[in-house]
C-alpha cells in the first residue's frame, strides 16, 4: 500500500505556525516580487482567489475581507519541509520526497503490527502536526496514482478526516467516478482538452479505456502505465513528471540504483546525473529553482539497517533562484555531504527542485500559462552554457555534454544505473542495437 | 504582554562533539583535568531531544525575569513535548505568542508572568489558548551584544 500525504496550502500554513493570528482569516502568499497568488488558505479559496491570480486583481478583495497577502519567504517554508519530511521518515517503512509539501509512504507490512492502517495514519497526521504546526491530507491506494487520487478527495471532502483509503474495488470505482479526468496526476491540461472531446469525464472512464487507446492517445507506454494505476496495477517506473506536457511547480528526479552503493563518489555520481536531468527539464519549462532537496535511502528489507531508511536534506538556495546545472551541483553536493554516512548501504537517491518560478524581476508572468520557449536573453555567461549545453543535448542525444562526475570508464554502466538486464536493445532508436543480420 | 521574535534555524545543525570531565570543576583554583576525559558529549542531543520538533524563539521584554528569561534570549522551544503545570511555554493569546509559566491552581490553568509588573492570565476559555510548545532551554549570553550581532549577521 502506497501513500501520498500533502500539506495542506503549504505556504499558508507555514506562516500561519508563526503568526496565529492569520488563522481564520484568507490568507495568500505571493510569487517572487508579489507577482501571482501560489498559495491561498481556505478562506482565500472560498473568496473565490484563484491559483495564480495577479496580486493587484486580488488586493482589494483581500483588504475588504481583512485578508492578509505575504510575500513568499522560500527560507522558512524549505525548513518545515525538511521538519515534515524528518518526522514521516521516522515513522514509516520509506519516504520519497515529492515536492516541498508532498512525499510518498511506502506502507506495505505496516498493519501487521500497528492496529488498523487508518489509525496509524491518523496518528501520523497528528505527529507532523504537533511537531511542526502543518495540517496534511493522507491518500492510500495500491499504486502511487490511487494514492495521489485518494489525496485529492481527502482534502476536497472534509467529513474523510484528512485521510482515505481506496483498498475495495467498489471504493476504488466510487472514488474514480468522483474525480473529474483533468484532476488526475499526470493529466496535463493538453491531454485534458483531449479526453473531454472524447466524452471521457472521470477518472474511472479514463481507467476503462483499452490498451491501444492509451498508446495512441496518451503518449505510448507512459499514458498505458497511467490507466493500469488507475487499475490497481502498479508499474514501478511510473513517473509522469516525465511527460513534459505541464509546467510544474516542483520537479523531481529519483531512481533506484542498480546494486548497493556505500563509496561517496558513487553517489554523487548519481545525483549529478539526477539534478542536471531535473536541472535541464526546469530550463525547458523555462522556470528556476527557489529550494534543493537531495535524498538518499537506504534498504528498509535488510533487518540489519535501523530506520529511518531515508534522509534527506534540504537548501534555500543562498544567491536566489537558479537554473543553472553547475551552480545547483555545487549546492548538491554541499546536501549530499550533509546526509551522506560512511559504511551504509543506499539502495536509491532523488533530487527535487521546489518554490518554482519563471526568472524576470517584476515581470507580470502567468504561472499557468504553456511554458515560454526560453528566459529572456542575457548577457551572463553561465546562462549561455547552458543554452548551449542544452542545444548539444537536444541535438546529439540526452547526456552527451554532462559534468564530469557522470562519466564512467569506456563499456562500464555506471555503478547506480538500474537494474535492465531483461530488457530488450533498443532496435529501432540505437545504432548499437540494431538488428544484425548476416 | 513579553513578545517573542522566531529565529531563523537555517540548516540544520551538525553534531558539536565535547569533552565531559568527570571531576566538577572547582570554582576556586582550576585543575588541570585532562586526565579525566571521560566520553564526547554531543551538546545538540541535551538541547535538542527532538530536533524536527525544536525551534529557536528570541524573547523581547522583562515579563519572565524572575525565572532568568531576558530580552535578547534565546528560547530552545520543543513541540513534541506535552505541556503540564509549571512548564514554562509558548502560548498563543488570542492570536499573539507570548512565553508565560502554565501553572494550575485549584481547576484552573493560569499563564504566569515572573515579573510582579504582569499579571497573570487566567484560562477561562481553553478555546481562546493554545499552547505552541514547551521551552526546554535559555541561551542567556554573559557577554552582551554577540549573540544579538550574530544572529543579525545572518540575515
Known amino acids: ?257 542498480g546494486q548497493r552503493l556505500t563509496a561517496f563518489d558513487d553517489l554523487w555520481g548519481a545525483v549529478t546525473t539526477y539534478l542536471s536531468r531535473a536541472a535541464e527539464k526546469l530550463r525547458a519549462q523555462g522556470d528556476q529553482a527557489h529550494i534543493l532537496t537531495v535524498y538518499l535511502s537506504q534498504d528498509r528489507y535488510d533487518s540489519r539497517v535501523p530506520p529511518p531508511y531515508t534522509r534527506s536534506a534540504t537548501l534555500t538556495l543562498p544567491g536566489g533562484p537558479s537554473s543553472d546545472t553547475l551552480q545547483l551541483l555545487s549546492y548538491g553536493r554541499r546536501l549530499l555531504e550533509r546526509i551522506y554516512e560512511p559504511g551504509r548501504l543506499y539502495v536509491k537517491a532523488g533530487v527535487v527542485l521546489d518554490g518554482l518560478e519563471p526568472p524576470g524581476r517584476g515581470r507580470q508572468l502567468d504561472l499557468f500559462a504553456p511554458a515560454a520557449a526560453a528566459p529572456a536573453p542575457d548577457a551572463g555567461r553561465a546562462q549561455q552554457l547552458m543554452r548551449t549545453l542544452d542545444a548539444l543535448n537536444r541535438q546529439f542525444g540526452r547526456g552527451t555534454v554532462r559534468p564530469a562526475a557522470t562519466i564512467t570508464p569506456a563499456g562500464q554502466p555506471a555503478p547506480w544505473q538500474g537494474n535492465a538486464r531483461h530488457r530488450s536493445p533498443a532496435y529501432t532508436t540505437r545504432f548499437e542495437d540494431m538488428l544484425v543480420v548476416g | 504582554m513579553t513578545t517573542i521574535e522566531l529565529f531563523d534555524v537555517g540548516e540544520p545543525t551538525t553534531t558539536l562533539w565535547l569533552p565531559v570531565f568527570a571531576s566538577l570543576v572547582p570554582a576556586g583554583f582550576p585543575s588541570p583535568a585532562s586526565d579525566e576525559l571521560e566520553e564526547l558529549f554531543d551538546l545538540n542531543r541535551i538541547l535538542f531531544r527532538h530536533p524536527e520538533a525544536t525551534y529557536l524563539i528570541r524573547v523581547s521584554g522583562e515579563s519572565m525575569q524572575g525565572a532568568e528569561i531576558h530580552a535578547g534570549d534565546l528560547l530552545a522551544v520543543d513541540k513534541h513535548l506535552e505541556a503540564d503545570h509549571n512548564h514554562i511555554v509558548v502560548a498563543v493569546v488570542e492570536g499573539e505568542c507570548t512565553v508565560k509559566r502554565l501553572v494550575r491552581r485549584g481547576t484552573s490553568w493560569w499563564l504566569q508572568a515572573e515579573n510582579p509588573a504582569y499579571a497573570d492570565y487566567c484560562i477561562t476559555e481553553p478555546d481562546n489558548l493554545r499552547i505552541w510548545g514547551v521551552v526546554t532551554h535559555v541561551v542567556h549570553e554573559l557577554i552582551p551584544g554577540k549573540l544579538t550581532a550574530l544572529l543579525r549577521s545572518r540575515d
Open chain 1, 1 to 257: 500500500m502506497y501513500g501520498l500525504v500533502d500539506g495542506n496550502n503549504f505556504y499558508v500554513s507555514c506562516e500561519r505556525v508563526f503568526q496565529p493570528r492569520l488563522d481564520g482569516r484568507p490568507v495568500v502568499v505571493l510569487s517572487n516580487n508579489d507577482g501571482n497568488v501560489v498559495s491561498r488558505s481556505a478562506e482565500a479559496k472560498q473568496l473565490g482567489i484563484a491559483m495564480g491570480a495577479p496580486f493587484f486583481e486580488v488586493r482589494e478583495l483581500l483588504r475588504r475581507h481583512k485578508g492578509q497577502a505575504l510575500s513568499s519567504n522560500y527560507a522558512l517554508y524549505g525548513d518545515m519541509s525538511r521538519r515534515v519530511m524528518a518526522r514521516l521518515a521516522d515513522q514509516v517503512p520509506a519516504v520519497e520526497v515529492y515536492s516541498i509539501d508532498e512525499a510518498f509512504l511506502d506502507l506495505h507490512g505496516l498493519t501487521a503490527f500497528c492496529g488498523t492502517l487508518d489509525a496509524r495514519v491518523q496518528r501520523l497526521r497528528q505527529d507532523v502536526l504537533r511537531c511542526t504546526g502543518i495540517p496534511t491530507c493522507v491518500g492510500m491506494g495500491p499504486t502511487k496514482t490511487l494514492a495521489k487520487v485518494a489525496n485529492r478527495l481527502a482534502k476536497k471532502y472534509p467529513e474523510l478526516q484528512g485521510v482515505l483509503r481506496l483498498d475495495t474495488e467498489s471504493r476504488r470505482e466510487r472514488a474514480l467516478r468522483a474525480l473529474p479526468v483533468e484532476d488526475v496526476w499526470g493529466i496535463g491540461r493538453q491531454y485534458a482538452g483531449k479526453l473531454h472531446a472524447h466524452g471521457l469525464r472521470t477518472a474511472w472512464d479514463l481507467s476503462q479505456v483499452s490498451e491501444a487507446w492509451a498508446r495512441g492517445q496518451l503518449g505510448g507506454v507512459v499514458g498505458w502505465r497511467l490507466v493500469q494505476e488507475l487499475r490497481g496495477q502498479s508499474c514501478q517506473d511510473l513517473n509522469p513528471s516525465e511527460d513534459g506536457t505541464l509546467a510544474r511547480q516542483s520537479l523531481s528526479c529519483s531512481r533506484s540504483f
